[in-house]
């Protein structure tokens, strides 16, 4: 992942501070567990099978990150910024889109 493309995904994942008292280990950064997440979702390994030679962290650290920005509600955030960016480039071509009403509200 390029820097330009971190640079937008960054200030949308959630801060988390490391406690003072048992901090515990240091969380993996942020940017090799997106890689991380995004490698499974592309290749289709299970989490477990995720290479640790990769340096993403480890599947299960890597599918904990998800789940908590899943609930943070990084993805609909991060769509967004991204749609947004692509028409600011005027690079999307709704020539042939397609809307279906059960997904989207009508």
Do not use: Y
């Not at 940017?31 to 030679?53: D, S």
């Not at 692509?86 to 020539?95: G, H, P």
């Not at 889109?97 to 509200?105: L, M, Q």
């Amino acid at each position: 992942m390029d820097d330009e493309l971190w640079a937008v995904i960054e200030p949308l994942l959630p801060k988390v501070e490391r406690r003072t008292r048992c901090p515990g280990h240091k969380r993996h950064p942020g940017r090799l567990v997106f890689q991380g997440i995004l490698f499974v979702l592309h290749t289709g390994i299970a989490w477990e099978h995720l290479p640790q030679e990769l340096g993403f962290g480890s599947g299960m650290t890597c599918w904990r990150r998800l789940a908590e920005w899943t609930e943070a509600g990084v993805w609909p955030r991060l769509h967004e910024v991204l749609l947004a960016e692509l028409r600011r480039a005027n690079v999307l071509d709704f020539s042939r889109a397609a809307v279906d009403g059960s997904h989207v509200r009508a």
